[in-house]
């Protein structure tokens, strides 16, 4: 949902080589040599770029089964729009949470949407709430506004259920 914000910044990260060693020895579940990590990532955006989904859908999920937070979100927006793949909302939903639950605020973002829009899901105010507070924590000024936005459409005590998980998901971290 949010691809051109998450391209530019892995472009950015990949255009600065210091940025981009920076970033992926530094990730907490990244292979024992990072050299082949960024490799492989730049392999994965090559074939993205040049819309060879099927070969990047495979070389994204390989980063993301290690659990690299923007492998997951991509490979969660690749299902979610059916490139390389079967279109298949409930396996973005799937990538996006892996990715949310590291505190990816994108994926964060892409949960409380299908959250809120039944994709993937049955439609879930409490859940869309929740995940566009987490985003909100970090900053991110477009989910206090769709969150603002919710609430009218929310009991009570639906707020408090989506307070309370977020309290829990806040000791969690």
């Known amino acids: 949902m949010r691809r051109p914000e998450v391209f530019l910044l892995l472009?950015?990260?990949?255009?600065?080589g210091t940025a981009c060693v920076s970033r992926f020895s530094t990730n907490q579940v990244g292979p024992a040599?990072?050299?082949d990590f960024?490799?492989?990532y730049y392999k994965a955006m090559a074939f993205y770029e040049n819309q060879d989904y099927v070969?990047?859908?495979?070389?994204f999920k390989a980063l993301a089964i290690q659990g690299d937070d923007l492998a997951q979100l991509y490979v969660g927006n690749m299902y979610e729009r059916g490139e390389g793949v079967a279109q298949d909302d409930v396996e973005a939903m799937r990538w996006y949470r892996m990715a949310a639950e590291q505190g990816y605020v994108d994926a964060q973002l892409n949960m409380a949407e299908m959250y809120s829009n039944g994709m993937g899901t049955p439609t879930d105010y409490v859940q869309a709430?929740?995940?566009?507070t987490l985003a909100?924590?970090?900053g991110d000024?477009?989910?206090?506004?769709s969150r603002a936005l919710i609430v009218s459409r929310m009991t009570a005590d639906q707020v408090l259920a989506a307070e309370q998980f977020v309290q829990v998901w806040r000791h969690k971290k």
């Open 38 to 40: 960024v490799a492989d």
């Open 136 to 138: 909100a924590d970090q």
């Open 33 to 35: 040599d990072s050299k």
């Open 129 to 132: 709430y929740a995940w566009w």
């Open 55 to 59: 070969n990047a859908l495979s070389a």
């Open 141 to 145: 000024d477009s989910a206090v506004n």
């Open 11 to 16: 472009m950015l990260v990949l255009l600065s």
